[in-house]
C-alpha cells in the first residue's frame, strides 16, 4: 500500500497534464481520498504499447481519519499536493 501510494504521490500525479493540484473535495466527510484519471497510460507499469484502448482509472484511498480534516492533514503529510 505504501508503495502504490508514494508511487501515486511522486510519478502518476505529477505525469498529469496541466496538472494545477488536488481538490480538498476529493476527500469524503470520512476522510478517504477519492481521484479519477483519464487513463491508466499514467502508470509507468503500464506497457504504451500493449494497451488496446485507453481506459479511466479511479482509485480510492480508505483512511482510518474520521473526519475531512484529518484526512487532508494525512494526505498532506503523505505529500499530496493540494490546490492552494
Known amino acids: 500500500m505504501y508503495i502504490f501510494l508514494e508511487k501515486l504521490v511522486k510519478i502518476v500525479i505529477p ?5 494545477k493540484g488536488i481538490s480538498e473535495t476529493c476527500i469524503d466527510q470520512h476522510g478517504n481520498l477519492n481521484l479519477g484519471f483519464p487513463e491508466q497510460t499514467l502508470f ?10 485507453i481506459r479511466g482509472l479511479e482509485v480510492t484511498v480508505v483512511t482510518e481519519a474520521k473526519t475531512h480534516e ?8 503523505v505529500g499530496v499536493p493540494f490546490k492552494k
Open 15 to 19: 505525469r498529469i497534464r496541466d496538472f
Open 70 to 77: 484529518n484526512g487532508k492533514k494525512l494526505f498532506e503529510v
Open 44 to 53: 509507468p507499469e503500464i506497457e504504451y504499447d500493449k494497451v488496446d484502448r
